[in-house]
């Protein structure tokens, strides 16, 4: 595998590991707003579908969630804060919530349903993350996985959020595109 200056050829056998060549061609052919992302090493050993939508500050964000039908939920104030440096157990750390560094009045919304279809969620820098992955084998894609995603994709189109999609994922490695493997072009 060439990793070298963004481009990279992924082994088709790698490529097509967890999933057929028939699969990857639909998927990939398919999508409009989102991108397949398989592991290229050992180290990120995930597979899913990823799509990322653009804010522009706090008024955006929450008109765009308000669009989608997602509430956030506030923090409080007393709610309890993890001490850096501090071991805590597995069951003490889930008292603590994740925030939105940028917002940390609000927790990260993290595993959500929307329109029947459950999505990953994660916000930071002026991304909204939705990952599909996982549904029928942990780590990773399947039809189902697909399908979800096209319900986000269609919810993404009614509520006219297409050109809030970021594209600068298309040269992360792993990132499979019809530019950068045509074989996938069914």
């Given at each position: 595998?060439?990793?070298?200056?963004?481009?990279?050829?992924?082994?088709?056998?790698w490529m097509?590991?967890?999933?057929?060549?028939?699969?990857?061609?639909?998927?990939?052919?398919t999508?409009?707003?989102?991108?397949?992302?398989?592991?290229?090493?050992?180290?990120d050993?995930?597979?899913?579908?990823?799509?990322?939508?653009?804010?522009?500050?706090?008024?955006?964000?929450?008109?765009?969630?308000?669009?989608?039908?997602?509430?956030?939920?506030?923090?409080?104030?007393?709610?309890?804060?993890?001490?850096?440096?501090?071991?805590?157990?597995f069951?003490?750390?889930?008292?603590?919530?994740?925030?939105?560094?940028?917002?940390?009045?609000?927790?990260?919304?993290?595993?959500?349903?929307?329109?029947?279809?459950?999505?990953?969620?994660?916000?930071?820098?002026?991304?909204?993350?939705?990952?599909?992955?996982?549904?029928?084998?942990?780590?990773?894609?399947?039809?189902?996985?697909?399908?979800?995603?096209?319900?986000?994709?269609?919810?993404?189109?009614?509520c006219?959020?297409?050109?809030?999609?970021?594209?600068?994922?298309?040269?992360?490695?792993?990132?499979?595109t019809?530019?950068?493997?045509?074989?996938?072009?069914?």
């Amino acid at each position: 595998m060439d990793v070298s200056h963004n481009t990279y050829k992924m082994d088709r056998a790698w490529m097509t590991e967890r999933n057929s060549l028939e699969e990857l061609s639909k998927w990939v052919s398919t999508l409009k707003y989102a991108y397949l992302w398989k592991r290229p090493s050992f180290r990120d050993d995930a597979d899913y579908f990823s799509l990322t939508l653009n804010f522009y500050g706090k008024d955006d964000l929450l008109k765009i969630l308000d669009q989608l039908e997602i509430k956030l939920n506030k923090v409080p104030n007393d709610a309890p804060k993890p001490i850096p440096g501090q071991p805590y157990s597995f069951k003490e750390f889930e008292q603590f919530k994740s925030t939105i560094k940028d917002f940390p009045e609000f927790e990260q919304p993290g595993h959500i349903t929307l329109n029947n279809a459950p999505t990953f969620l994660w916000i930071e820098k002026g991304e909204i993350h939705f990952t599909f992955s996982g549904q029928n084998q942990p780590y990773s894609i399947s039809e189902q996985d697909f399908r979800n995603y096209i319900v986000v994709e269609e919810l993404i189109k009614t509520c006219e959020l297409g050109e809030r999609v970021n594209r600068s994922i298309e040269s992360n490695v792993g990132t499979l595109t019809l530019k950068k493997y045509p074989f996938l072009n069914g």
